[in-house]
């Protein structure tokens, strides 16, 4: 099997190939950071990212999120490479030189200062009047809906409210490109669900460029046009998400979204596209690949079922052919809309996930037996 298998069933898959920059939007090619004592921390990333877009970089702790995004806004020299902003590259210009603006994980407020002089403060270094300045910021409070409370000082605000006057700090300047590095990261839960949407329209409205940092996949899930999964200093997939969510074109992307079942097996059948995999457990399984390089028979493949693509039946039901196995439930966990149910199949662990309202059938079931079974077009295929 070729390199292409993970790419042949999967749109916008692992990209490492420079894109030939268009002139417009953002590119990054051949970025590299190598850190004194040899850390490699960014390692040949390449991505173009258009005005207008909103594209989150996910991936584990330490895998050069970070130092990716400040490598953008210019407070991290690259190794190597090259950063271009409507073709025109940024690496030799400090950060205030740049049409970027980063929103940092803590964003100090001046505490004795109002909402407006907080933010007028962005255009300090633009050398503009007091009354420009001042209008400028209440347009940029107007952006963000908090004219009503330009005068209040910070700390007689909520965290989201805070939140949004570090953001208009940040608009005032008019950047081509906001870099946001974990910028819900400290808040309580339910003030991240609201943050989320709201950040989102903020960034509809005004169709500017966000490049945003997360280690939380659901955070990247819910607010990306384009998804970029980082580990261990490279790009793994680049992909909508709905992609990454449903075709991880990687083991790691696979394991790292989560909830994916990952089965090892070896092709045993090739039918035109379809293929049957059978795994060391003896389950079959069949999936198809359209396009791209196919695996032979007799090849190591890794298949990936998302847990809640498995429908749960009753152990002992009539056996279908391929698709299936026999589980032993370990866990149940309640989780409100849905049920994880933790399943053993010969000392593999599997997991299946259904609606919440079933959580009745299952409560106290564990150590029952019960069969799982998958459509074949929800199997991905990878290579071993
Ligand atoms: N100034 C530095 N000097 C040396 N190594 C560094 C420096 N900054 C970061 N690193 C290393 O580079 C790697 C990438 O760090 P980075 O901060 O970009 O990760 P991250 O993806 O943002 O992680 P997190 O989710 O924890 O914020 C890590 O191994 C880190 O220890
Ligand atoms: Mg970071």
Known sequence: MTENVAESNTEGAAVTAPSVPT??????????????????????????????EYVVL???????????????????????????????????????????????????????????DNVAFGLKMEGLGKSERRARAMEALEMVGLTELSSRKPAALSGGQQQRVALARVLVTKPKALLLDEPLGDLDR??????????????????LMFIHVT??????????????????????QIADPLTIATKPATELVARFMGDNNIMRGRVTELNGNQ?????????????????????????QVLVVVRAAAVEVAESGAAEPVANWVECEIVFVEFLGDLVKLHLTAGGERMLAKVPGE???????????KIRISWKEEDVQLLHA
Do not use: W
């Open 23 to 52: 002139g417009s939007g953002l590119d990054l090619i051949g970025l590299t950071k190598v850190f004194p004592g040899g850390t490699v921390a960014v390692d040949d990333v390449n991505l173009h990212v258009d005005h207008g």
């Open 58 to 116: 996910l991936g584990p702790s330490g895998c050069g999120k970070t130092t990716t995004l400040r490598m953008i806004g210019g407070h991290e020299y690259p190794s190597e490479g090259e950063i271009l902003l409507d073709g025109q590259s940024l690496v030799d210009l400090p950060p205030h030189k740049r049409p970027t603006t980063t929103v940092f994980q803590h964003f100090a407020l001046f505490p004795h200062r109002s909402v407006l």
């Open 190 to 207: 339910l003030l991240q669900l609201r943050m989320r949407v709201e950040l989102r329209n903020l960034q509809r409205q005004l169709g």
């Open 215 to 236: 280690h939380n996949q659901e955070e990247a899930l819910s607010m990306a046009d384009r998804i970029v999964v980082m580990n261990e200093a490279r790009i793994q």
């Open 275 to 299: 293929f049957l995999v059978e795994d060391e457990h003896k389950v079959r399984v069949t999936a198809r690949i359209d396009g791209g390089t196919v695996p032979a028979v007799g090849e």
């Open 358 to 368: 079933r959580y009745p059938a299952f409560r106290g079931k564990e150590g029952e």
